[in-house]
């Protein structure tokens, strides 16, 4: 069945060191692909998204990822965590225009001081 | 932009109780609809695709006499829970598909989702 895999339930890092959160999809046909973050008891929020063009792409809050067809990736990173970074993290794809997002399990990001 | 209201966003009963959840396209005609169950820690579970006029999609696995599906307006869907047990506790959240030419940013829109607690 087709899915999306998060590498990592729980990451991590330093404040002002890089964030690497790990989403690879099982498609031969590269879906859209989205990131979300939630805070606790919240809904989700867009951080960005591929769907055609230029394979890096930007979000919000510093936020980037890259589309890696080659490798099935489509890992988002954060130059410096910050500590309103900690949240939890959503990859998510739709492979049919029009169909329900599929979400990853989600990996929650800690930032300590 | 594009807002979905959810409401209530918590909600405590006791077992046995049907609750309803609701599910609001503020500015936009929201023609499908979706509903997730979260628990905690863990991911958004698609329930199942509820579109205007017609009788929901439900996902394998997920009991439709249970999670009655309504989406009888173009800007509400409802979700009632019916004789709820404490294993129905649980974060649920409704998207409304967006809009073509609407919000092209994002496929769907969320709710704040609502949180069920069944003593």
């Known amino acids: 069945a087709q899915s999306v895999t998060q590498l990592g339930s729980h990451v991590s890092v330093s404040e002002g060191a890089l964030v690497l959160l790990r989403c690879n999809y099982s498609s031969s046909v590269p879906p859209y692909l989205f990131w979300y973050v939630q805070y606790p008891n919240q809904g989700l929020q867009l951080l960005l998204k591929y769907t055609t063009g230029a394979t890096l792409v930007k979000g919000i809050n510093g936020f980037e990822a890259e589309f890696k067809k080659s490798e099935t990736s489509f890992h988002l990173t954060k130059p410096s965590a910050h500590m309103s970074d900690a949240a939890e993290y959503f990859c998510a794809v739709i492979y049919q225009a029009g169909t329900a997002l599929i979400f990853g399990k989600g990996t929650t990001l800690s930032v300590s001081s | 932009g594009a807002v979905v209201s959810q409401h209530p966003s918590w909600v405590i009963c006791k077992s046995g109780t049907s609750v309803k959840i609701e599910c609001r396209s503020l500015?936009?005609?929201?023609?499908?609809m979706f509903w997730y169950r979260q628990f905690p820690k863990q991911s958004l579970m698609l329930m199942a695709t509820?579109?205007?006029?017609?009788?929901?999609?439900?996902e394998q696995g997920v009991e439709k006499d249970k999670f009655l599906i309504n989406h009888a307006s173009l800007t509400l869907s409802t979700l009632t829970v019916t004789s709820a047990h404490p294993e129905d506790s649980s974060f649920y959240i409704c998207s409304a598909k967006a809009p073509l030419g609407r919000d092209s940013n994002q496929p769907q829109h969320f709710g704040d989702g609502t949180r069920l607690s069944i003593l």
């Open positions: 500015d936009f005609q929201a023609t499908t």
């Open positions: 509820s579109n205007e006029g017609s009788k929901a999609t439900y």
